[in-house]
């Protein structure tokens, strides 16, 4: 399938598109990056180069997309890091001529800008955004849990909190809400909420820093998926691909980049299987 992926970009490392796009090709999805943001490596390194990409070019090279014919042929868009709120009004508008020319595209919103223990990183109007305009255009949407609290305005303390407000975004429009990073017991856990369905699965926490965890995770899920599994079994099958990524990338060691392009046959076939358990 074709998917149309709005997200940042780095020359170093791999984040954003740069994250996404190989776990997407390897499942077999052609992916035509459009990079919201260019810089030379993720901010925390320090100090980088770089800058948002303007709206009017990315409208550009998406108008050039659609008199190309490539529109028709898209099967999902997915955004990630915008950089800017303008820039999310362009994905939109892809949304809008990709699914006017392809009633069954759907669109996956990961609503990059912030975490807990690091707040808010992105723009002032980014989250007003997705919360006002974006998540109602929204088939799929992939939060972490902070994210999860500032679109559905409800603390998430644990696991039944994350429940409750994932089905609170699932009243906007979305059909399914994959909530990332919950906080267990024995690590870390993901929900995948339908709105009479719910599932969860976990893996063991793994102490390291890791840019683009989130978005390869997301294109693992959404690979998935698009390719035919129903959300529980593109949970586990995702689990178990971050889980296989995490563990090379740690030993490995470095400065939180992930290990993503040398470890691929260990990530595409993970010895690690985390099955994914229907809710009650």
Known sequence: MNVLSFQSSVVYGH???????????????????L????????????????????????AEQLAALDALGALARCGAVISGYLGAAENGAVA???????????????????????????????????????????LAMADIVLPNVFELEQLSGRPCASREDALAAARRLLRAGPRLVVVK??????????????????WFGETPRLDL????????????????????????????RALGAQY????????????????????????????ALFRARALG
């Open 209 to 236: 820093p890791a840019h683009g965890a989130g978005d390869t995770f997301a294109a693992f899920f959404l690979g998935h998926y698009l390719r035919g599994a129903p959300p529980g079994r593109a949970l586990s």
């Open 92 to 134: 939109l508008d892809a949304v809008r001529r990709v699914k006017a020319r392809n009633g069954r595209a759907l669109y996956a919103l990961d609503p990059v800008m912030g975490e807990r223990g690091r707040g808010f990183y992105v723009r002032a109007g980014i989250m007003e955004f997705f919360r006002d305009r974006a």
């Open 244 to 271: 296989a990524l995490m563990r090379a990338s740690a030993r490995r060691g470095g400065a939180g980049d992930l290990a993503l392009v040398e470890t691929q046959d260990e990530w595409m076939r993970p010895k």
């Open 35 to 58: 990079d919201t943001v260019r810089l030379a490596h993720h901010p925390a390194h320090g100090a980088f180069r770089g800058r948002v990409t303007d709206e009017a070019e990315l």
């Open 181 to 198: 990073g919950i906080e267990t017991a024995r690590g870390l856990g993901v929900l995948a909420v339908e709105r009479h369905r719910a």
């Open 15 to 33: 984040v954003g598109n740069c994250a996404a796009t190989l776990p997407l090709q390897r499942l077999g999805h052609e992916v035509w990056a």
